[in-house]
């Protein structure tokens, strides 16, 4: 049983559990080079950090005059993702003692990312983090991505908890929104620092500026213990 008066939290997986970006922008430069587009940068990955990978593909397709569909894109993308996502993905160390922490107390948990439920399993089993994180929902799921609210509420559907009694972690401005929508307190540690003006953050219960290097287990779970509802 929980001692944190019910409250359930609910993770992003990129860029918040652990330290995707790298794989996803790798998988993105060489997916655009195949079809011609070699000068594609840290810098133009930032803009695509929350974003599904579905709504990238297409916006490439928008912004390169790509030939290619959707689909094609996206198949392309995904497996070169999932080749480095099984071999080389880094769990931040702090949220890999927070997940720990929370499941020695009760905690429910899940997983809500706008990744595949391929992409998502490479991970989480590639890091180990399946062991507590079990519950996971992809936006492939559900209706609609992040900045809607879909996949957090049907993160808490599947958990049994009240959208209220649930917290976000997330480190994108979309994601930020998306569980301001679902009408769920947010933790956000933004993984673009540059981002961290941006009016989707302003609505987080807790904004850590700093994003990972500031962010501790601890802190986050006296965070919880401190405005989790009386008993």
């Not at 840290?42 to 990978?53: A, F, K, L, N, Q």
């Not at 709504?55 to 689909?71: C, K, Q």
């Not at 994108?172 to 009016?199: K, T, W």
């Amino acid at each position: 049983m929980s001692s944190l008066g019910g409250i359930s939290v609910i993770f992003d997986l990129d860029g918040t559990l652990v330290d995707s970006e790298p794989n996803y922008y790798e998988a993105g430069r060489q997916t655009l080079a195949e079809h011609g587009v070699r000068d594609f940068g840290w810098t133009d990955h930032e803009r695509y950090v929350g974003i599904s990978t579905q709504e990238t593909v297409a916006d490439w397709i928008e912004r390169y005059g790509l030939r290619a569909s959707v689909e094609e894109l996206f198949t392309a993308k995904n497996r070169r993702y999932l080749e480095l996502a099984r071999s080389s993905t880094r769990a931040y160390p702090e949220m890999r003692k927070f997940v720990e922490l929370l499941a020695a107390e009760g905690v429910p948990m899940a997983v809500a990312s706008g990744s595949s439920p391929e992409a998502i399993e490479a991970v989480l089993t590639g890091t180990g983090l399946d062991a507590h994180l079990r519950t996971v929902v992809s936006a492939d799921e559900v209706a609609h991505g992040k900045p809607a609210p879909d996949v957090f509420l049907e993160a808490a559907r599947r958990l049994g908890a009240d959208p209220a009694a649930c917290v976000v972690l997330e480190d994108a401005a979309p994601g930020a929104a998306a569980a301001h929508a679902a009408g769920m307190r947010c933790i956000a540690l933004p993984y673009v620092a540059a981002q961290a003006d941006a009016p989707e953050f302003a609505t987080a219960g807790l904004l850590l500026r700093g994003g990972q290097e500031e962010f501790t287990a601890q802190a986050a779970y006296d965070w919880l213990a401190l405005s989790a509802p009386s008993a």
